[in-house]
């Protein structure tokens, strides 16, 4: 019987390790499954604003997330509270705010995010709501990026009726753990339109630059092919003449 039992006592040996390798492959997995890449939260920023009627002051909570789009990330920055009243009736249509993020981490410089027109009226002496900016916004280099809130700018009426900077230097709302999108090319700060840096990185030439060469490279094909068939019917010219 003792012989018997060894055989299952190997067989129940592995059995229980097979079964704690699957466990811990499987726990591993669920880690990284759940192991976040973006960290926000609701910041509170007090915000100093030049206005038409004067300086104003509020504070209000911004909140930043983003959506991996391809190689590009949409960033959403909300507000919850306006920062601002206006002295007039603002009619349908006439007031579009945008705002400047400045990033930190592995990039730098700002990049900007911009809401649509009012939906409807704004009565005079009310707060004029921000709601949601919206931008675009690609890496240069893979990493850990934040998001800050910056200037916010309300436009209305054909002017800049406000201007809104932080004074009590707000922490970052959003950490975002990025990719670029064709690898690390340095840099990693966005412009206003969130795509290449403004650190004085070159990004490699593609487009219309591309094109142009490629055109370039026709073009002289077709010049020699042109000069080939002047001398051909040159020398045919010539041996008729002869005959």
Not at 31 to 42: E, G, H, I, M
Not at 222 to 233: I, K, N, P, Q, R
């Amino acid at each position: 019987m003792r012989g018997a039992e060894v055989p299952y006592r190997r067989r129940t040996a592995r059995a229980l390790t097979a079964s704690a390798v699957v466990t811990v492959a499987t726990a591993g997995a669920a880690v990284l499954l759940s192991a976040p890449d973006a960290r926000a939260t609701v910041v509170d920023v007090n915000y100093a604003c030049e206005t038409k009627i004067g300086p104003k002051s509020a504070v209000s909570p911004v909140d930043i997330k983003a959506v991996r789009n391809g190689g590009s990330y949409t960033i959403t920055m909300s507000f919850e509270k306006g920062v601002s009243d206006s002295p007039v009736d603002l009619p349908k249509g006439v007031m579009t705010p945008r705002a400047e993020l400045v990033l930190g981490g592995a990039a730098s410089g700002k990049i900007q995010v911009k809401g649509v027109p009012n939906a409807a009226l704004i009565p005079a002496d009310t707060p004029i709501a921000i709601g949601r900016l919206t931008g675009t916004y690609t890496p240069e280099k893979s990493g850990k990026v934040t998001f800050t809130a910056g200037t916010l700018t309300v436009h209305a009426l054909g002017m800049d009726a406000a201007v809104c900077k932080p004074v009590n230097s707000p922490r970052p709302s959003l950490e975002l753990d990025v990719t670029a999108a064709s690898g690390d090319l340095g840099g990693g700060s966005g412009d206003p339109a969130g795509g290449t840096g403004s650190d004085g990185g070159e990004l490699p030439r593609t487009g219309p630059l591309d094109s142009a060469t490629a055109l370039g490279t026709l073009g002289g094909t077709v010049l020699l092919t042109g000069a080939a068939g002047v001398l051909w019917l040159t020398r045919r010219t010539a041996r008729h003449t002869a005959r």
